[in-house]
């Protein structure tokens, strides 16, 4: 257990719908990053956020959006959803200082139906 | 742009064989290098890092990883493979300086034969 925690686990929705992924990192770290894993595309980054602020971006569609809040909790957005949004969604956090590993999320397998 | 390539994208070992699996790295500065493992329906988990010192680094669950500078590489290796070891094994790079998002190889597909 890496003390990342992201929910829901699974989640099966249509075509133009749109979704909410949560993820909660480990005590005590500041950056959250969000990551998305595909079969054609790999494990990709999409954007991270440090103490609340958004600190860089990734590959992240414009129909996706993110925010950390101030208990430092974060929330990925995925709206109009297509079926190539189908993935699975990891989160990860770290300490936020130049030398840290990143802890990753359980992680959430959207389906796009 | 930071890019990695790990050219074995399946390897299939009998237990207890060595293993090795390729990693290269492109980055014009000084980075941190990474090894993690995803065992089947899990998440990512870390088997070793590399920040700085020396360039062998030893890892969980008997892995070691060796940075050579020279070579853009950080290729990883175990002495005797157990059929637990089945698994995608990715490596994985950021700049040392800024807290940087990770840059992912491909993969590397484990499987162990009993």
């Known amino acids: 257990d890496s003390g990342v925690t992201q929910t829901p686990k699974h989640l099966i929705t249509a075509t133009g719908q749109r979704v909410t992924l949560r993820c909660s990192p480990r005590?005590?770290?500041?950056?959250v990053y969000w990551y998305q894993q595909s079969l054609d595309q790999g494990l990709q980054f999409l954007i991270q956020?440090?103490?609340?602020?958004?600190?860089a971006k990734g590959n992240i569609l414009e129909r996706f959006s993110a925010q950390q809040f101030p208990d430092l909790h974060s929330e990925l957005n995925l709206s109009s959803l297509e079926l190539g949004d189908s993935a699975l969604y990891f989160c990860a956090s770290s300490a936020g200082t130049d030398y840290n590993e990143q802890f990753f999320g359980p992680g959430t397998r959207l389906t796009v139906l | 742009a930071q890019s990695v390539s790990q050219h074995n994208h399946h390897v299939i070992l009998s237990e207890a064989a060595s293993l090795e699996l390729g990693c290269n790295y492109s980055?014009?500065?000084?980075?941190?290098l990474f090894w993690y493992v995803q065992y089947p329906g899990q998440h990512l988990q870390l088997l070793l890092k590399y920040f700085s010192g020396d360039p062998l680094v030893k890892g969980i669950k008997g892995f070691e990883a060796e940075f050579i500078k020279s070579k853009f590489s950080f290729n990883l290796r175990k002495p005797s493979v157990q059929w637990s070891d089945t698994a995608e094994y990715f490596c994985a790079v950021n700049s040392n300086f800024g807290n940087e998002k990770l840059t992912f190889g491909t993969g590397t597909r484990l499987t162990i034969i009993p």
């Open positions: 980055y014009g500065g000084t980075v941190n």
């Open positions: 956020y440090y103490n609340g602020e958004e600190r």
């Open positions: 005590s005590g770290d500041l950056s």
